[in-house]
């Protein structure tokens, strides 16, 4: 053993950014190099642990015990193997700047000895081999990450609605929480709620975080903007085709960013009124708002164009909830004649493959010439004809159409194929609107509002009487088949769609 009078630094790590298992921990390096030190003879005047990666300059502890040994306490440190000391050029640099000025004498590790004079170079080696290790493991986590995002599988957490699932590697639905993110897309979609308002409705419906409390308008935002949620999984603003059973249709998706990226955003209302945006003066066409007044939502003209001379009447809220719920009263037909228009809609939806065949083929040909683009683009780079820059972002812009397009495509062929199980939903459709008059009736204000926009449209006020009224398709069609005709006259209607309703007073009572 040779004889050491030099005071040394302990100096532990253990990454918390990585899943390093071969690294030891803090407890177990700490006794080992004890252990070491006892067996050297040397002298340990403090020790010093640390949880971090060295892969980034800027370790609190490790300044700190530079700043040790610089002052002249300390002038030599024992750590277990030099890349647990270092893993980056600026902190190698500082301790071999200390080693050639003599303020660090001896750096001993478990299995090497390091001097100022004649061990700098392997040293440096080293501290090199574990920098280069670290940039390694970044770009093939990448690359994995971006092997993985080609085949449609998410490299990451799962979003919220959606669960890791473990025994199969693959994302799938939460069936709890999925919900909360298609009411979230159809609510936003209408472009009446605001982020914090539907996140008080999820809120109302049950949503809540693991401790209990609210979602707030921010995580609504990250649901609407997710294009994960249509099936597009999205890394480094490019998108990829995801494996994972999509939550929303990409129309509904797109509905939404629309209402996200445009003028069109719901603002946010002091007073939730379920009737504005929905009713119309029928003496000068403005629109009806509303306002709250001594405990009552009254709804009245905007006088907009200053020539109305109904603007000072107001209509009580609770007394037009009636009038409407009468115009339901047109769906009220037994199940016979939701059956022949069940039947109705299976032979319209299964004609013309050859249309459906034309758009393909019109949808294919442009794939194909975005990759013929794609690789002249890339001939032209080669060549040195443009430059990085350029290339890099058009052939991102390519690659992001190519993916809508083989989206677009496979959307339509999986529509193509499940037109006829549609037809069950659409039948379930006109089931509720039989019941939708006694449903709007019993409803809170936010469904009485989803009732009305799905249903009607354009319903026009003049005396404090409804004077026109238009549904919604298929709810036109619906509401204007007798409830007393034959088979054959409900056949000639069923494709019937006008769409205004002869006008017709609604009284109501003087208020």
């Known amino acids: 053993m040779i004889p050491n009078i030099m005071k040394f630094v302990l100096y532990c790590r253990k990454s918390t950014e990585s899943d390093d298992r071969q690294v030891l921990s803090l407890d177990s390096q700490e006794k080992e190099l004890l252990s070491l030190a006892e067996?050297?003879?040397?002298?340990?005047?403090?020790?010093?642990?640390?949880?971090?990666?060295?892969?980034?300059?800027?370790r609190p502890v490790f300044n700190e015990m530079l700043k040790f040994v610089s002052s002249g306490k300390a002038e030599a440190i024992l750590c277990w193997k030099i890349d647990r000391l270092t893993r980056n050029p600026i902190d190698s640099g500082q301790i071999q700047w200390l080693l050639q000025n003599d303020q660090i004498k001896r750096i001993q590790t478990f299995e090497k000895n390091f001097l100022p004079n004649d061990n700098v170079l392997l040293m440096s080696i080293e501290q090199g081999m574990a920098s280069q290790y670290i940039r390694d493991l970044s770009s093939n986590i990448k690359r994995g990450h971006r092997a993985k995002l080609e085949r449609g599988c998410w490299p990451s957490r799962a979003p919220f609605g959606y669960l890791n699932d473990r025994a199969t590697i693959t994302i799938v639905i939460d069936p709890v929480n999925s919900k909360y993110v298609i009411r979230a897309f159809e609510l936003y979609a209408t472009g009446s709620y605001s982020f914090k308002n539907i996140a008080e409705i999820l809120c109302n419906e049950g949503l809540k975080t693991k401790t209990g409390k609210k979602y707030f308008g921010g995580n609504v935002y990250k649901i609407?903007?997710?294009?994960?949620?249509?099936?597009?999984?999205?890394?480094?603003?490019?998108?990829y085709i995801g494996n994972h059973p999509p939550l929303v249709s990409k129309e509904l998706f797109d509905t939404v960013q629309n209402v996200l990226h445009n003028k069109n955003r719901p603002r946010v209302k002091t007073h939730f009124f379920p009737l504005r945006g929905?009713?119309?003066?029928e003496n000068c066409g403005c629109s009806l708002t509303a306002s709250l007044k001594k405990g009552h939502h009254y709804y009245y003209c905007t006088n907009s164009k200053g020539v109305c001379t109904e603007h000072k009447t107001y209509m009580r809220e609770n007394s037009l909830y009636p009038i409407i719920a009468s115009l339901f009263e047109k769906f009220n037909i037994d199940e016979t004649l939701v059956e022949i228009l069940y039947d109705s809609a299976k032979e319209k939806l299964g004609l013309d493959n050859e249309y459906m065949k034309s758009i393909l083929?019109?949808?294919?040909?442009?794939?194909?010439?975005?990759?013929?683009?794609?690789?002249?683009?890339?001939?032209?780079?080669?060549d040195r004809q443009?430059?990085?820059?350029?290339?890099?972002?058009?052939?991102?812009?390519i690659q992001n159409e190519k993916t809508l397009l083989t989206k677009q495509i496979s959307d339509m062929k999986e529509k193509h194929a499940m037109k006829i199980s549609t037809l069950e939903p659409t039948r379930e459709v006109f089931l509720r609107a039989s019941r939708s008059s006694k449903r709007f009736l019993l409803a809170d204000d936010i469904e009485k509002r989803e009732i009305i926009e799905n249903i009607v449209w354009n319903l026009s006020f003049k005396d404090q009487n409804m004077l026109k009224y238009q549904f919604k398709s298929p709810y036109s069609a619906l509401a204007n088949v007798p409830k007393n005709a034959d088979i054959l006259t409900m056949r000639k209607r069923r494709d019937s769609n006008s769409r205004w309703v002869a006008p017709h007073r609604l009284s109501r009572s003087a208020h």
């Open 39 to 58: 067996r050297l003879g040397l002298d340990i005047v403090k020790i010093f642990r640390e949880s971090k990666s060295a892969k980034a300059p800027g």
């Open 224 to 239: 609407v903007n997710n294009p994960f949620y249509c099936g597009l999984m999205r890394r480094d603003e490019k998108l």
């Open 278 to 281: 929905f009713l119309k003066c």
């Open 361 to 382: 083929a019109t949808l294919q040909k442009s794939l194909d010439a975005l990759v013929v683009k794609e690789s002249r683009l890339v001939d032209t780079f080669l």
């Open 386 to 397: 443009v430059s990085k820059e350029i290339y890099d972002s058009k052939i991102l812009e």
